[in-house]
């Protein structure tokens, strides 16, 4: 089976500054890489760590995809390739772990049978085959769970409303310190490290020709998952009847009013937020 494109989405969290999203996709897979906002100074050229780590993964691990690997091989490869690009475009080696570029990623491969995905971090994707209920992919809406509920502890030890901006130095030191667990125990994310291939999760599902899925970054899972506006089943009929521009829209207009995060919680006002829909054919 291949995958037809229906729609795309990548909006900013903040139109003056990059998108640390990305995605690419064809007739063999799709993916879908969010790029983890730096905690510091960059250590790479371009606008952003996170840029540079989102669209390079995307470009290479779509290449390898083209040129036969299977999903778990090509991220293998992908992966290796960005460790390499890594050391050698680096201003310096990072001193601690917070400093490595890192993202979330969700890759979808059809096969005969069905898709296989592998994902790291909070990316989803949804499956919606005929009348049954949509099947979630990833652990995007338990993850962002957590996040708020963490938003808000650190806003109320701080006394500072939870999206004044990731880069306060009030919130610096617990976001470095969780960042420093990445790539170790159960927590991988997309990275310039090869070992982490082995640590993506992968699931298959079965799925049938005219079946649609939606890759999603959580910046615009944000509407189900963490602003109630809807919820698995719901956005993806969305998505499907309005299309994701008009989704795009309302996700910024719930931010909008709620700037600061004190009805919901999390540490930027707007998230980079970017969708793939596709059908099985």
């Known amino acids: 089976m291949n995958l037809q494109l229906l729609d795309s989405l990548s909006l900013p969290g903040d139109p003056a500054k990059a998108n640390e999203d990305a995605f690419s996709h064809d007739a063999v897979a799709a993916v879908?890489?969010?790029?983890?906002?730096?905690?510091?100074?960059?250590?790479?050229?371009?606008?952003?760590?996170?840029?540079?780590?989102?669209?390079?993964?995307?470009?290479?691990?779509?290449?390898?995809?083209?040129?036969?690997?299977?999903?778990?091989?090509?991220?293998?490869a992908t992966l290796a390739d960005t460790q390499k690009s890594f050391e050698a475009l680096r201003r310096h080696e990072p001193e601690e772990v917070w400093q490595t570029p890192c993202g979330s990623m969700m890759l979808a491969v059809p096969d005969e049978g069905g898709v296989?995905?592998?994902?790291?971090?909070?990316?989803?994707?949804?499956?919606?085959?005929?009348?049954?209920?949509?099947?979630?992919?990833?652990?995007?809406?338990?993850?962002?769970?957590?996040?708020?509920?963490?938003?808000?502890?650190?806003?109320?030890?701080?006394?500072?409303?939870?999206?004044?901006?990731?880069?306060?130095?009030?919130?610096?030191?617990?976001?470095?310190?969780?960042?420093?667990?990445?790539?170790?125990?159960?927590?991988?994310?997309?990275?310039?490290?090869?070992?982490?291939?082995?640590?993506?999760?992968?699931?298959?599902?079965?799925?049938?020709?005219?079946?649609?899925?939606?890759?999603?970054?959580?910046?615009?899972?944000?509407l189900a998952s963490d602003y109630g506006a809807y919820n698995a089943d719901s956005l993806m009929a969305a998505a499907m009847d309005k299309g994701l521009a008009a989704l795009g829209e309302e996700l910024r207009v719930i931010e909008a009013g709620d700037a600061l995060g004190d009805k919901f919680p999390r540490f930027k006002k707007s998230d980079d937020a970017t969708g793939l829909l596709l059908k099985l054919s």
């Open 116 to 222: 296989e995905f592998l994902w790291f971090g909070d990316c989803a994707a949804l499956v919606k085959q005929g009348d049954a209920a949509v099947t979630v992919i990833g652990e995007s809406f338990d993850k962002r769970a957590a996040e708020a509920q963490r938003a808000q502890k650190i806003g109320k030890e701080k006394n500072l409303s939870p999206a004044a901006g990731i880069n306060r130095p009030e919130f610096l030191t617990a976001l470095r310190a969780a960042r420093n667990r990445i790539n170790s125990g159960e927590s991988w994310l997309f990275s310039p490290d090869v070992k982490a291939a082995s640590h993506a999760a992968r699931r298959m599902v079965k799925a049938a020709p005219g079946s649609t899925i939606l890759l999603a970054s959580d910046g615009l899972l944000a």
């Open 32 to 76: 879908v890489i969010d790029g983890a906002t730096p905690l510091g100074d960059s250590l790479m050229p371009g606008p952003s760590d996170a840029t540079w780590i989102a669209q390079f993964g995307a470009r290479r691990l779509m290449a390898h995809l083209r040129d036969g690997d299977g999903a778990r091989k090509a991220l293998r």
